[in-house]
């Protein structure tokens, strides 16, 4: 059987519906039905089904699609989430885990508060398919809190899980503090201290971050505001040691924190090794009084040295050209600056019309200037009732610029156990920790500011966002070839571990080609999400009586199925 339009003249053609066959060794054809009053959709569908295939009707007049969500970096969120068994780790299967399990997702895939994540799963409004795939009802701002509540008690037990996955006796542990600034002033644990968020006359917090040696987060704590970096060791030593079980670890870190009192009040007592660094004037001692000769360094730019000052621990004195011309272009610039802004002083005492008068007055004017780039003490002052006049103390810049690109590394570890090379990289590794604050502060954590008020939900809040770069963490390992990141580090080039790394020949190549290696373009981390996000999942209703709504998932490109291959995550 087939459909034939037959012309008719000046009417529409005729739509029959014919058949063939033979008779006396002839083909014929006869007419079955008459079509032609039929929709010409519906004839088109007779047609196709009569050639054995398949009639598929006009999707618009036939369906509706009632909601599209964004689905494809929920999923793949969601399935790293559970890949590394993250889930496990919060605790048992229940309504609480599942809200934190939420609310990590959550805050990866759109940094909001609180109040906007509650409205993304809530029915009316959900912004993607976070709130189905995990069942979730509908709920408020409060159920979230109760979770947060939930997820802080459960720290204690979680960075445990954790510190066994990641930490073992001997290993490395980098520790370092940053601080966040608050919204408001009725957190107890909000202060003023150093920001290093440039935040003046806000009040802040700090917290401390806990990795392996290859950066993975694996505990945090948080501090008032006004703590001194030094002051945060002891609590630190009392997690490694009695929360986490662990007899003997290497603890890493900066100068600032890991001071001579510390390690000989708090680091030594616990039995722990140490790797740290001399701060500016015990390295200006340790030239003066001998003990480093700068002759060394025209050949070599790492010598280990021993001295009386520091007994029990070796030293590695390195110096690096490219960052001694760093710091000397930095002095001048500062230098410069300071100048500028003392001439202006210079000026208001000698104008003719209401000169600057008063020696209490220009010194304090001068005190401000000389103090913001620190450059006090490369300048003579000489301030008077009437005048004020200054000059450059040419000994004291010579003296600090014949320390610069000087470090020195100093560990507790004997030389059979770690070498004078492997200790400056282990030192170095602390740059890993900064990774993670950079991500945590600003490109795609955004856990500043800090909008709580209880000591508890900020605790709880800070705590979050460690789970959070920990699913990240893992995902940019999979994803690196994907990524600007360096996916094969192990091919980066050193002249000797005092000079700066370079990236692989890999890297290099994406970042110049902005291409990967099989041509697919190079993502950050989070515009790679945001490509992802454009796998939508399509909710679509028939239009017939009684057929059940159905659910369809936008097709990956070449690309995005790469990203989830790469994850282990299925759609």
Request: charged share 30%; proline share 6%; with cysteine.
């Amino acid at each position: 059987m087939y459909i034939e339009a037959v012309p008719n003249r000046k009417s529409p053609p005729a739509v029959l519906l014919r058949e063939s066959y033979r008779q006396d060794g002839k083909v014929k054809k006869r007419t079955l039905a008459n079509l032609s009053k039929w929709p010409p959709e519906l004839v088109e569908g007779f047609r196709i089904l009569l050639k054995k295939g398949t009639a598929v009707p006009d999707f618009e007049s036939s369906f509706d699609i009632v909601r599209s969500q964004p689905h494809g970096h929920i999923a793949a969120l969601l399935g790293s989430l559970r890949k590394i068994g993250l889930d496990r780790c919060l605790g048992p299967p229940g309504p609480q885990r599942d809200l934190v399990v939420a609310l990590i997702v959550a805050r990866l895939a759109h940094p909001r508060s609180k109040l906007a994540t509650a409205r993304s799963l809530q029915a009316a409004t959900r912004t993607d398919s976070l709130a189905p795939l995990l069942g979730l009802p509908d709920l408020d701002e409060n159920r979230l809190d109760d979770a947060m509540d939930w997820l802080l008690q459960r720290q204690d037990a979680i960075e445990k899980r954790l510190a066994r996955r990641h930490l073992k006796e001997g290993s490395l542990v980098l520790y370092d503090l940053t601080s966040v600034y608050l919204e408001g002033r009725r957190c107890k644990l909000g202060k003023l201290g150093y920001s290093r968020d440039g935040k003046r006359g806000k009040l802040q917090i700090e917290f401390g971050l806990i990795c392996n040696r290859e950066g993975c987060p694996v505990a945090v704590q948080v501090f008032k505001g006004n703590t001194s970096d030094p002051a945060t060791v002891g609590p630190v030593i009392e997690k490694l040691r009695h929360r986490f079980g662990l007899s003997r670890v290497i603890l890493v870190g900066d100068r600032g924190m890991l001071t001579q009192a510390r390690i000989r009040e708090e680091v030594q007592p616990s039995g722990l090794d140490w790797i740290s660094a001399l701060r500016g004037p015990a390295i200006r001692q340790l030239v003066e009084s001998g003990a480093v000769q700068m002759s060394l360094f025209d050949e070599i730019n790492l010598v280990e040295i021993r001295s009386d000052a520091y007994p029990d621990e070796r030293l590695m004195v390195c110096r690096n050209p490219l960052l001694a011309r760093q710091r000397t272009r930095k002095r001048q610039e500062m230098l410069s600056k300071t100048e500028e802004l003392l001439d202006e002083i210079v000026a208001a005492t000698r104008r003719d019309r209401r000169p600057y008068r008063g020696r209490e007055r220009i010194a304090l004017r001068v005190g401000k200037v000389v103090n913001k780039y620190k450059m006090a003490k490369h300048f003579e002052l000489d301030i008077t009732e009437e005048s004020f006049t200054y000059e450059r103390n040419n000994e004291s810049i010579a003296a600090e610029a014949a320390l610069d690109g000087l470090y020195v590394i100093r560990t507790s570890l004997p030389a059979e156990e770690m070498g004078a090379e492997a200790t400056v990289r282990a030192y170095k590794g602390l740059s890993v920790v900064e990774q993670a604050f950079r991500s945590y502060k600003t490109v795609d954590l955004k856990v500043r500011p800090i909008y709580h008020w209880s000591n508890d939900r900020v605790r709880a809040h800070v705590f979050l966002c460690l789970l959070v770069y920990y699913v990240e963490w893992h995902m940019r390992r999979r994803l690196a070839p994907l990524l600007f990141d360096d996916s094969d580090p192990a091919g980066a080039s050193r002249s000797s571990v005092v000079a700066p790394a370079e990236v692989s020949r890999a890297a290099q190549q994406k970042a110049r080609s902005k291409r990967t290696a099989d041509g697919q373009p190079v993502h950050s981390f989070r515009t790679l999400l945001e490509d992802l996000a454009t796998i939508v999942r399509n909710q679509v209703v028939p239009k017939i009586p009684g057929a059940r709504p159905f659910t369809i998932v936008t097709r990956p490109t070449p690309l995005q199925q790469q990203a989830l291959d790469r994850l282990g995550v299925r759609l």
